[in-house]
């Protein structure tokens, strides 16, 4: 037998309290002479040992009483008895392994602590009991080997991942359904990290629901960490990523901890190695962040590891975050030219050429970015799978076998830039780009030519997902755009007009990219071509096209890593190797 409170035994002291009563009694009473006492001394003498052994039964029953009581409130239960109703308690033991449980404490981790507690739980269960071990992802199979269980528990590992913890207790009660224990426990071992746990008493009724029947017992592991300071954001620039030329990376650096932060260095590596000097944070207070714009210069046309670090803080999680990047340098671009104009400085695809290549005449033959021109007679000799992106500049009509080859183009990896122009005929593009293959996020809808009396001035949306300067956009203007319908696919607004319309819209197709805009690439509809923000707009474009044909680099924790492969490769075996900072 075992007890589940096994505390309140000492209750089972206070038999003594009816004793020492007893005994104090016997002790009231002094003798008096007393001279009619004598003739009940002798029905005295006859029932006193009758009397003796009521008082022995009252005293006993009175101790009984006592520790009954006590052993009731102790919650007694039966063990190793396997055919007793009740014998055994089916229990269910999460670990939170979740990234925060990865935090020292002491020689070990929270995590260490976990599983000792894990351990602790385990001893106390009845012997032959069904115990099911979980880590915050995934359950096993209840088992009454309690040997097997405890070395499932070490078996338990440290993640990077953030916990759900409900639905973990979920699948935990779930697991132990079909169990026929006359009781049914769960434990969680968590240190209560903030994301998580905010999570979970949000949902305390509904766990309350799927628990029914099943006690759930708390158990906090861990102490609050005085110091905690995380890179809550780190995002690459929508740029192209050049050999050899500054590559912007935004970080966020939040106070997580209980004090301020002085002096705190944000450190860049590319490929593990230290890249310029720190960016330096003064002072950050508790709960606030601070932006931090940082330049990785990639030295080769190879994928790197850009690492942004803080110094060690005992909360390693969140210390150090990682992006992988692919250096290029040999970008080719196609651009299909709709209006070539008598002279050079005329052709609809003069500016998106020198946008594209914004370095003098002699440096062009080292920049990465190779654009090429074409007319649209001439696209049927082009193997468009040599480019990575490919941009259509006021072309009038798509010709159907084009139109095909560039759908296949598009969903195998590749770019596309539309804009249009004067000769663009939206039936062309709505029929067989938009309709027939689902190429094109948006319909072309009528010219407005009302915009002369008003220009419009192009504005990031609240995400602003190419990262512009919105000052720089606001001195463009627009005096004519074309009308962007969005169809039923997934898309995104990029940009829009100050009065709500559509200006550049992008979406994926297959493994590819599509942005489509609503005015012209030259100055006949608007001075864009002309202002400081076209030349980021046009590498942006760029950027996100390229970035996003190995966008599969960078997964989150816990997010499954998917790679294009060759048809030939298929039934090979292939092996995965990890590579560390």
Known sequence: MNFLNQVLLWGIAAVSVPIIIHFLNRRRFRRVPWAAMRFLKVSVEQNQRRMKLEDWILLFLRCALVALLALLMARPVMEGLSGMPGSKIAAAIVLDNSASMGSREGEGTRLTLAREAAHAILDRLPGGSPVVIS??????????????????????????????????????????????????????????????????????????????GTRIHLVMVGTPAPANLGISRLTPAAALPAVNEPFRIDVDITNY??????????????????????????????????????????????????????????????????????????????????????????????????????????????????????????????????????????????????????????????????????????????????????????????????????????????????GLDGDLLARVKFRQVLGLEPGDRDHRLALRYDDGQPALVESEH?????????????????????????????????????????????????????????ADLAGREATVYEVGD
């Open 510 to 566: 297959g493994l590819g990219k599509v942005f489509v805009f609503s005015s012209t690439a030259d100055l006949d509809w608007n001075d864009f071509a002309i202002r400081p923000a076209f030349v980021p707009f046009i590498n942006r474009l760029l950027g996100g096209i390229v970035q996003n044909r190995e966008s599969n680099l960078n997964v989150e924790a816990g997010e499954a890593l998917r790679h294009r492969l060759d």
């Open 135 to 212: 880590g915050a992802f995934h359950p096993n199979e209840a088992s009454n080997d309690h040997d097997l269980v405890s070395s499932r528990i070490d078996e338990v590992a440290q993640t990077d991942r953030h916990a759900d913890l409900l639905l973990a207790l979920e699948e935990a009660v779930r697991s132990l359904k079909g169990q026929t224990a006359a009781e049914k426990e769960l434990y969680l071992i968590t240190d209560g990290h903030a994301e998580e746990w905010d999570a979970f008493t949000a949902l305390e009724a509904r766990l309350r629901d799927i628990s029914a």
């Open 257 to 466: 901890g209980s004090s301020p932060a002085l002096n705190v260095p944000v450190k860049l590596l590319v490929d593990g190695q230290p890249a310029g000097e720190p960016w330096m944070i003064d002072e950050l207070k508790p709960g606030g962040s601070e932006s931090a714009t940082l330049y990785a210069i990639l030295p080769s046309a190879s994928y790197h590891r850009v690492t942004v670090a803080l110094e060690d803080d005992g909360v390693p999680f969140d210390d150090r975050r990682t992006v992988v990047m692919q250096a290029m340098d040999d970008v080719r671009v196609l651009l299909v030219d709709g209006d070539p104009g008598a002279e050079d400085r005329e052709s609809e695809t003069f500016f998106l050429r020198h946008a594209l290549v914004p370095v003098p005449e002699e440096m062009r033959a080292a920049y990465p970015v190779k654009p090429s021109v074409v007319s649209v007679s001439d696209l049927a000799g082009e193997a468009l799978d040599r480019y990575h992106a490919i941009v259509l500049a006021n072309v009038a009509d798509v010709p159907l076998p084009f139109a095909d080859r560039l759908a296949r183009y598009v969903e195998a990896g590749g770019g596309l830039m539309v804009f249009p122009g004067g000769n663009l005929r939206p039936e062309s593009y709505n029929t067989l780009l938009h309709g027939k293959h689902q190429l094109l996020p948006v319909s072309f809808v009528a010219r407005d030519g009302n915009a002369a009396s008003r220009p419009r001035i192009m504005v990031p949306t609240e995400t602003n997902p190419l």
